[in-house]
């Protein structure tokens, strides 16, 4: 069992920026892949960013030069930073653990409103 809470949601005008975190714990296999999702009113939940535990990023284009996704290992949190955010990346983003066991988690979410 692995449990994820996210943190650092809320409301921010266009332009600004948010940092998120993920704060997992329980049974974390050394080798993963930790990454964000977003799920806005109406629409599937969508990658946002991704990151293993020793390979390279992945982005959605809709992001990419905007938000950079970063992990602490020794403390098995996962970041996401977001600058220049706009109305469009309003949703509830979701923290995800996959593990080569097949495992797979959520968290809770955290909702993100950008105004205009």
């Known amino acids: 069992q692995v449990r994820l809470v996210e943190s650092g949601g809320g409301l921010v005008q266009a332009g600004g920026s948010l940092r998120l975190s993920c704060a997992a714990s329980?049974?974390?296999?050394?080798?993963?892949?930790m990454g964000w999702y977003r799920q806005a009113p109406g629409k599937q939940r969508e990658l946002v960013a991704s990151?293993?535990?020793?390979?390279?990023?992945r982005y959605a284009d809709s992001v990419k030069g905007r938000f950079t996704i970063s992990r602490d290992n020794a403390k098995n949190t996962l970041f996401l930073q977001m600058n220049s955010l706009n109305p469009e990346d309003t949703a509830v983003y979701y923290c995800?653990?996959?593990?080569?066991?097949?495992?797979?988690?959520w968290g809770q979410g955290t909702q993100v409103t950008v105004s205009s």
């Open positions: 995800n653990y996959a593990d080569t066991f097949g495992l797979n988690y």
């Open positions: 329980g049974s974390i296999r050394s080798i993963n892949v």
């Open positions: 990151i293993p535990t020793g390979g390279s990023t």
